[in-house]
Structures are given as structure tokens and as C-alpha cells.
């Protein structure tokens, strides 16, 4: 089943580099400069970084069309879909019109990844057992991470040396997602007979999903209910700075684009694949409350590097911050893809991560533009102040992190 899935996964990694939050913010913000307002430019640079949180609103739907039904083809066929809108991308005109299309393609090719990954949690869970479930799926997003990376760099090459036109990068990103889409189709769910009868039975209980059953299945949840609160605060702090960091790297440091997606993208998703054997050892042991309540620090720690080599105007500093960003996005990463196991029934666990995918939805619609706007209120009032604006994702990542370990505090 693993061998099944592994090279699919590193192909459609090569089509989801070019619509990764930061690749995609620096190519929205550097190939439509000049085209439209800079606060237009700006805000459309936040949305298309919120993108892989915002798309996620509409997991229920994705949820509700996977209920029941067989997988793997379901899979391929959304892998094939999410490819094609990747290639579309590359037709956008540099014209303001251009930016609605290359922001509108962005965000349809992100909503079909959020029913790639909704899909996607309840054949891992059905495939590999809870005390190896991270380290086996960590070995396929290590995987997946490092073909993101790799055409996060290509991307920045060819910007940097102008070889040809970057837009062609996304028909060849296209092309590896639909032999991604061919080869998945070999893949296999484990008794997955059993997971459409424990879905069925609980359908019969609480209907098809909704926003009706997140409310209830927070209200009849309080300790998921709480981690959802703490998740939303962290996430949402977590999701505002890439935006912020490529408007200032771009207007305040003049730093060429290929340079900002090595240090915003390649540097992250290189160094994520050494620590997520790390993280993945460390979720197996612990119920994910603690193990957030550790990961945590470790992005606080970045924020605060980023903002002090910001504000101290320290270049070398960002080196050391994307790093630090990259160990704790490889602990996020796994407890995005695999926190909610803890809290559901197999019946209900693609449920459950409904609930969790659809509040990052909600937060990714409104932190990227809420962090973006508080960058420019602050650099219209005064220049050169907008950076000030990176204490928001610090004020609301260390609260997130704060009640996490109060959570965790309660249960030892």
C-alpha cells in the first residue's frame, strides 16, 4: 500500500509547488506588480498565501461526496482535476485582469487539494495503525515536501535567470499531476468495506455533514472543541506572516524574488524532511495535545526570529529563521494531517477533520488579509512602520501556544 502511494504523491508534489503559499504569494506579487494598485497587488499576495488555509471552508462538501464511496478513484480523479487547474494558472494575462484569474484559478485549484487532503486522511487512517500511522505517512510527506521544494526552486531559477517564460512552469507542473492521478489508481484501501459500513452506520446517526454537525460535534466535544480554539489563534497567526514577509522583503528590502522563494519556500521544505522522522516519533508516543503543546515553541521561536531580523534589518538572521520555520512546520504539518485521530471514532474521522479543515478555511479567509491589512494602515500612517505589523502573528501564535499547554497541563 505504501509503495502504492509514495510516487503518485512525490509527482502531484511537483504540481502543488507552484500554488504553495509562499511560492505562489512571491510569483503573484512580483509578476503582477505594476498592474494594479500596490494595495490590490498586496491583498491579492495575502489571499493567494491563505489559499491552502481558505480553501479548506469548503472540506464539508468534499466530506459529503466522499461518504461512502470507494477512494482511490475519487482520488485520481480529484489529483487529474486539481493538475488541470494548475495548468490554467499559467494563462493569465499580466494585465489587472490577469491578477482575478491568477488569484480565482489559485484558490479553485487549492479547494480541490482541501478534498484531496479530506479524502486523503481517512485512507491513511484505514491503511496504517495508530502507532505507526506519522511515521509511515511522515515518509510520504517528506516525500511530497521535497517535490514541493524542487519546483519551488526550479521556479526560482528560471525567475532569476529569465530563461523562458515562468508561465510554461505550470503546464509541466500540470503534466506530473495528471501521471500522478494515472498511477494512484493502482492504490488500494485497506478493508475498506469496513470503513464504508462504519461510515454508513454513522451516517444513519447524524446524517450527511455540515455546518449543522461542526457545530455539533464541537458543542458534544469540549477538549476538540478547545483545541480548535487554541488551533485557531495559532494557525491564524501562523498563516498572516508569509504575506507580510514577501510585501516587506519585495517594498522594503528590494530582495529579488528568486531569493525570497528560497528563503520563504525551498529553505522551509528542504530542512522540514530531516525533522519529520522527529515529529513523527514523538506523535506516535503522545496524544496530540501534548505533542502540540511542544511543537508550539518551536514556531513561536521562528516568528520572533523573522520579526527581529526585520526590524534589525539583519538579512542573515531570515537564513536562520526560515530554518527554524522549517523543523516547526515539519511537527505542524503532521499534527494538521493526523491531530484529529485522537479525538474520533473511525466513522467519524473524516468527520472530525471536516470540522478541523473547514475552521482553517475560515481562519485562512480572514488572517492573511487581516495581517495585510494591518501592514498597510501602519505604513500609510508612518513609512517604514508596516513592519511593525509582524507583532500580530507573534501575539496570536504565543496564545495559541499558551493554551496548548494549558490543555496539556490539565491532563498530566
Known amino acids: 500500500m505504501f509503495r502504492r502511494e509514495i510516487v503518485p504523491w512525490a509527482l502531484i508534489g511537483l504540481t502543488l509547488g507552484l500554488v504553495e503559499g509562499a511560492t505562489a504569494a512571491v510569483l503573484v506579487k512580483t509578476g503582477f506588480q505594476g498592474t494594479a494598485s500596490p494595495v490590490a497587488v498586496n491583498l491579492a499576495t495575502a489571499l493567494v498565501s491563505g489559499a491552502p488555509a481558505f480553501s479548506n471552508v469548503v472540506s464539508f462538501v468534499w466530506a459529503n461526496i466522499a461518504h461512502g464511496r470507494a477512494r482511490v478513484q475519487l482520488l485520481a480523479r480529484l489529483q487529474a482535476l486539481f493538475a488541470l487547474l494548475v495548468g490554467l494558472i499559467g494563462l493569465a494575462p499580466r494585465v489587472g485582469g490577469g491578477l482575478v484569474f491568477a488569484v480565482v484559478s489559485i484558490l479553485a485549484a487549492r479547494m480541490v487539494w482541501a478534498g484531496i487532503l479530506t479524502v486523503r486522511a481517512a485512507v491513511w487512517t484505514a491503511n496504517y495503525p495508530r502507532q505507526v500511522l506519522a511515521r509511515i505517512t511522515g515518509r510520504i510527506v517528506i516525500v511530497s515536501s521535497l517535490a514541493v521544494a524542487a519546483t519551488a526552486a526550479l521556479a526560482g531559477v528560471v525567475l532569476k535567470a529569465r530563461a523562458f517564460d515562468p508561465r ?176 474520533a471514532t473511525s466513522g467519524r474521522a473524516q468527520h472530525y477533520m471536516g470540522v478541523h479543515v473547514t475552521l482553517t478555511g475560515v481562519r485562512g479567509m480572514l488572517a492573511p488579509p487581516a495581517g495585510m491589512l494591518a501592514y498597510q494602515l501602519l505604513e500609510d500612517w508612518q513609512r517604514g512602520w508596516g513592519k511593525l505589523a509582524l507583532a500580530l502573528p507573534l501575539a496570536m501564535t504565543t496564545a495559541g501556544a499558551i493554551g496548548f499547554n494549558r490543555m496539556k497541563n490539565r491532563r498530566t
Not at 180 to 189: D, E, I, P, T
Not at 290 to 310: E, H, P, T
Open 168 to 343: 510554461w512552469l505550470y503546464g509541466g507542473a500540470a503534466a506530473c499531476g495528471l501521471a500522478a492521478a494515472f498511477l494512484y489508481r493502482r492504490a488500494r484501501v485497506r478493508r475498506e468495506f469496513r470503513l464504508l459500513a462504519d461510515e454508513t452506520a454513522e451516517a444513519g446517526e447524524s446524517g450527511a455533514f455540515s455546518l449543522r454537525m461542526v457545530r455539533e460535534i464541537l458543542a458534544k466535544d469540549p477538549a476538540f472543541r478547545e483545541f480548535m480554539f487554541w488551533m485557531g489563534l495559532f494557525g491564524g497567526g501562523n498563516l498572516m506572516i508569509v504575506a507580510q514577509l514577501v510585501v516587506i522583503l519585495t517594498d522594503d528590502f528590494a530582495m529579488p524574488a528568486s531569493r525570497q522563494i528560497a528563503l520563504l519556500a525551498v529553505v522551509p521544505l528542504v530542512v522540514l524532511p530531516l525533522f519529520v522522522p522527529w515529529w513523527a516519533r514523538y506523535f506516535d508516543g503522545e496524544h496530540v495535545i501534548v505533542y502540540r503543546a511542544r511543537q508550539c515553541r518551536a514556531l513561536v521561536m521562528a516568528v520572533v526570529l523573522y520579526g527581529v531580523a526585520v526590524l534589525g534589518e539583519w538579512q542573515w538572521l531570515l537564513w536562520l529563521a526560515a530554518l527554524t520555520y522549517g523543523f516547526a512546520m515539519a511537527g505542524a504539518n503532521l499534527g494538521w494531517n493526523l491531530g484529529h485521530t485522537d479525538f
